[in-house]
C-alpha cells in the first residue's frame, strides 16, 4: 500500500499564498490534487505526470503551480493568489498507472479569509 503524506495548508488572507506538499513511499506515475469545498463534490485541482506533464483546472489556471520532485516521490502545489473560493479540504493521490487505482493522502485545510 502507497502512503501518501501530506503538509501545509491552514489559514491565509486573500491574496495571500501557501505551499502543499505530499510525499509518497513509491514513484507514482501521476500525482496531483483534489479539494472539496463545503457542501460541494470533489473537484480536481490539477495533475502532474512523471515527465511534467501538467493539468489545471481553470480558475487556478495562473496562480497555482503544480511540481514534483522525482527523486524525492513528492509532489507540491504552490498557491498564490488565494480567494476566499479556494477554501476547501485539499487531498493528495497519485496512481502507480496511468490504469491503476488512485492512492490518497489525508485532507489538508485551506482556508483564505481576512
Known amino acids: 500500500q502507497v502512503q501518501l503524506v501530506v503538509s501545509g495548508g491552514g489559514l491565509v488572507q486573500p491574496g495571500g499564498s501557501l505551499r502543499l506538499s505530499c510525499a509518497a513511499s513509491?514513484?507514482?506515475?501521476?500525482m496531483g490534487w483534489y479539494r472539496q469545498a463545503s457542501g460541494n463534490e470533489c473537484a480536481l485541482v490539477a495533475t502532474i505526470s512523471g515527465g511534467l506533464r501538467t493539468n489545471y483546472e481553470d480558475s487556478v489556471k495562473g496562480r497555482f503551480t503544480i511540481s514534483r520532485d522525482n527523486a524525492k516521490n513528492t509532489v507540491y502545489l504552490q498557491m498564490n493568489s488565494l480567494k476566499p473560493e479556494d477554501t476547501a479540504v485539499y487531498y493528495c493521490y497519485g496512481r502507480q498507472s496511468y490504469t491503476s487505482d488512485p492512492h490518497w493522502g489525508q485532507g489538508t485545510l485551506v482556508t483564505v479569509s481576512s
Open positions: 513509491a514513484r507514482l506515475a501521476v
